[in-house]
């Protein structure tokens, strides 16, 4: 069986090379224990939620019953932090390299201390869901989801609700602040589009057809990453063109989640079924796609030097760091 297994790869890695795509089946260094405890009323056996500290020191993971934080550098967990409600911990946000957010269905958004490991503030958001979670570059202001539809804006120092407005009617699947910190951009898959807001006003700057889930913001503001038409686009926010529309070497069930890398360089992308894409940006061809165990590619992260990416997802409750392999720069860019 391992030789057959083996032999299965080589010849994949093969017929990557001829394609000129590298792929990989399986691996990605695990972090958790296969089949972490899962409590009775967790009905989804899966990490939700996936975030690595600033100074790229530790990951953690939401797992609905608890929320756990490795050490990026030995792969051991160094806390646990347990759900305190019925609802689960559906998200987790860094508020700084030793302050983690949870956020759960219980509409309440807990900061803890990972060297004492307690909870040092708690926000509640009344009728706010603090899931999907963006935090402004700035760390001090935050967007979320009211349980009607409306979205809400914090002031995460004060621990209190700054202002909310109407927002997509057909929800928020994903959010995310640009660096400006005043414009958020919000995603919605039944609604076909993604939204530029100004949270200061409430007003709509931007309306993009799409067909995602998730999205991504380059860490310049320029650039947005996200599904449409089974393939990644690339949108170009200062021109208001498609910069790039890619297509994977092997097409999956579907992208979930994207990720820039902190140069702005390489995009990551989470399919739906487990796999993880890799390309370049400055070239528009694949670096490398994973074949992952069964998962769902729920969110994707650079780690802050951009040398590996963590993705959540997987049905055996882990979450898994992939290489990013280095990019092969062309004098000659190619077209879109």
């Excluded at 990951?59 to 019953?65: I, R």
Aim: hydrophobic share 40%.
């Amino acid at each position: 069986m391992r030789n057959n297994k083996a032999l299965l790869t080589m010849l994949s890695l093969a017929a990557a090379v001829v394609a000129g795509c590298q792929t990989v089946e399986g691996g990605g260094r695990p972090f958790g224990t296969r089949y972490n405890r899962i409590s009775s009323y967790q009905p989804y056996k899966a990490s939700l939620s996936v975030a690595v500290s600033p100074d790229g020191k530790h990951v953690a993971a939401a797992l609905m019953a608890h929320a756990d934080v490795w050490d990026t550098r030995t792969g051991l967990r160094v806390r646990r932090f347990w759900a305190l409600n019925p609802f689960g911990i559906t998200g987790v946000r860094f508020y700084d390299d030793q302050t983690l957010l949870t956020a759960g269905r219980d509409k309440a958004l807990r900061f803890w201390n990972l060297r004492t490991g307690k909870e040092t503030k708690r926000i509640a958001g009344d009728r706010c869901w603090f899931w999907p979670l963006a935090i402004a570059p700035d760390g001090r202001t935050a967007a979320s989801l009211e349980t009607g539809g409306r979205i809400c804006v914090w002031d995460l120092t004060a621990g209190r609700m700054l202002r909310e407005f109407p927002g997509p009617a057909d929800g928020v699947e994903d959010a995310r602040f640009l660096p400006d910190g005043n414009t958020l951009a919000t995603s919605s898959s039944a609604g076909n589009q993604i939204v530029l807001w100004d949270v200061r006003t409430g007003e709509k700057r931007k309306t993009i057809p799409a067909e995602t889930f998730s999205l991504a913001i380059s860490p310049d503001g320029k650039r947005l990453a996200y599904r449409k038409d089974n393939a990644v686009t690339v949108y170009n926010l200062d021109t208001d063109t498609i910069e790039r529309v890619l297509t994977p070497h092997e097409f999956g069930i579907g992208h979930y989640s994207f990720a820039f890398s902190p140069d702005g360089k390489t995009l990551a992308a989470a399919e739906l079924g487990g796999d993880v894409i890799l390309w370049n940006l400055v070239t528009g061809k694949e670096l490398i796609e994973y074949h992952g165990p069964h998962g769902d590619g729920l969110e994707i992260v650079f780690h802050p030097d951009g040398k590996s990416v963590f993705v959540a997802g997987y049905r055996d409750t882990t979450i898994r760091q992939w290489t990013v392999p280095e990019p092969k720069e062309s004098p000659e860019p190619s077209k879109p």
